[in-house]
């Protein structure tokens, strides 16, 4: 069974730092990765999505790697904002579209 | 982009009743849809996959008497939750695909039985 781990689960930067959110899953066999922002009582935003062919995906500020072998994923946030306070789910697909969520780390930026 | 709608957005009801959640893709059709619940400062929980005209395929621990899917059109899937008690309250969120394409999330329906 996959399971996925977020690590940090709570984050607290100062504005304008770069970060680091970590992923990681136990089953490397996986069909890709995808981020997703998820603002308090809200639905998810996707942000990046990575084929598990691919290494890394970058949106803006935002980096993703993937390395599947080991099974990990990074999500690089450049450069943090205010408006980047939320809580940032990663989720490993498999086959048959199912998702597989972390347990989310909450980031908190301040100005 | 693909745009899939949840409604209601938040729901109060007394205990004992039922609640109906409905989520529509709105702009493509959706041969898949599941349904999650996320309790406080925790992830997502997938509850149920339905594909359409099927019966939903729900996971273990899950509930079927008490919360049934219906996924009746390729842009229509509803869940609702029987009997409604306090501890079904929680954040409910559905999402949607096509075939062979990424999931696309409701923005999710707070319940809260009293």
């Known amino acids: 069974k996959q399971e996925v781990t977020q690590i940090p689960a709570a984050l607290s930067v100062p504005e304008g730092e770069n970060l680091v959110l970590n992923c990681s899953f136990t089953d490397s066999a996986i069909y890709n990765l995808q981020w997703f922002r998820q603002d308090p009582g809200k639905g998810l935003t996707s942000l990046l999505l990575i084929q598990s062919s691919q290494r890394e995906q970058t949106s803006g500020r935002l980096n993703a790697s993937l390395d599947k072998s080991s099974g990990r994923s990074t999500l690089y946030i450049a450069a943090s904002q205010p408006g980047d306070s939320a809580t940032y789910l990663c989720?490993?697909?498999?086959?048959?579209?199912?998702?597989?969520f972390g347990g989310g780390t909450r980031l908190m930026v301040k100005p | 982009g693909a745009v899939v709608s949840q409604h209601p957005s938040w729901v109060i009801c007394k205990s004992g009743t039922s609640v109906k959640i409905e989520c529509r893709s709105l702009d493509f059709q959706a041969t898949t849809m599941f349904w999650y619940r996320q309790f406080p400062k925790q992830s997502l929980m997938l509850m149920a996959t339905s594909n359409e005209g099927s019966k939903a395929t729900y996971e273990q621990g899950v509930e079927k008497d008490k919360f049934l899917i219906n996924h009746a059109s390729l842009t229509l899937s509803t869940l609702t939750v029987t009997s409604a008690h306090p501890e079904d309250s929680s954040f409910y969120i559905c999402?949607?695909?096509?075939?062979?394409?990424?999931?696309?999330f409701g923005d999710g329906t707070r319940l809260s039985i009293l």
């Open positions: 989720a490993v697909g498999n086959a048959g579209n199912m998702l597989t």
């Open positions: 999402s949607a695909a096509a075939a062979n394409q990424p999931q696309h």
